[in-house]
T-cell receptor, first 113, second 112 residues
Framework: GENVEQHPSTLSVQEGDSAVIKCTYSDSASNYFPWYKQELGKGPQLIIDIRSNVGEKKDQRIAVTLNKTAKHFSLHITETQPEDSAVYFCAASKSGGYQKVTFGTGTKLQVIP | EAGVAQSPRYKIIEKRQSVAFWCNPI?????LYWYQQILGQGPKLLIQ????????DSQLPKDRFSAERLKGVDSTLKIQPAKLEDSAVYLCASSGTGYEQFFGPGTRLTVL
């Protein structure tokens, strides 16, 4: 089955700096890569996603890049703010019949004011 | 639009007891997921329903876990009997025609 590895497990940045989280996946058939943000006591919430036919996607301060050849994808957060502090999960899935999503182990991001 | 509802939010039981969790997905969402999230880990899929049929339960410990989705809407996840290692947050999610999964707040289970 699919295996998703995520690094780093914890990340501390100063407010205003950039944060980068990296993930690798094992199944070359995976074609959908969402990123979720989980705040304390809440369920994960989708913040951005990318499909395998696209190399990069940006939404305001958040961007995701995908390298299909190397089977890795990254989340970039620019101009970090204290409210960006949370746990971030990458995930990988493939369609066909039904969609099964495999999550990474998570990155706890702390933005220091 | 109302989100995914789960209850209870917290549950403390002793090992070998039984427990049940309830989930009400977003109206109209055909696909419903139950995940187990152990502290410090990512969510792990336990079971996935398409309407009221099971499409994936490969990671569900069927000797103690069971789930059903009545009439393709609400769902219940049961653990009987519970073990210490079942302590986790149980997340329910639903999705419609798109890829995005919408998660509920989860039920935090502590097994003593």
């Amino acid at each position: 089955g699919e295996n998703v590895e995520q690094h780093p497990s914890t990340l501390s940045v100063q407010e205003g700096d950039s944060a980068v989280i990296k993930c690798t996946y094992s199944d070359s058939a995976s074609n959908y890569f969402p990123w979720y943000k989980q705040e304390l006591g809440k369920g994960p919430q989708l913040i951005i996603d990318i499909r395998s036919n696209v190399g990069e996607k940006k939404d305001q301060r958040i961007a995701v890049t995908l390298n299909k050849t190397a089977k890795h994808f990254s989340l970039h957060i620019t101009e970090t703010q204290p409210e960006d502090s949370a746990v971030y999960f990458c995930a990988a899935s493939k369609s066909g019949g039904y969609q099964k999503v495999t999550f990474g182990t998570g990155t706890k991001l702390q933005v220091i004011p | 639009e109302a989100g995914v509802a789960q209850s209870p939010r917290y549950k403390i039981i002793e090992k070998r007891q039984s427990v049940a969790f309830w989930c009400n997905p977003i109206s109209g969402h055909a696909t419903l997921y139950w995940y187990q999230q152990i502290l410090g880990q990512g969510p792990k899929l336990l079971i996935q329903f398409q309407n009221n049929g099971v499409v994936d339960d490969s990671q569900l410990p069927k000797d103690r876990f069971s789930a059903e989705r009545l009439k393709g809407v609400d769902s219940t996840l049961k653990i009987q009997p519970a073990k210490l290692e079942d302590s986790a947050v149980y997340l329910c999610a639903s999705s419609g025609t798109g890829y995005e999964q919408f998660f509920g707040p989860g039920t935090r289970l502590t097994v003593l």
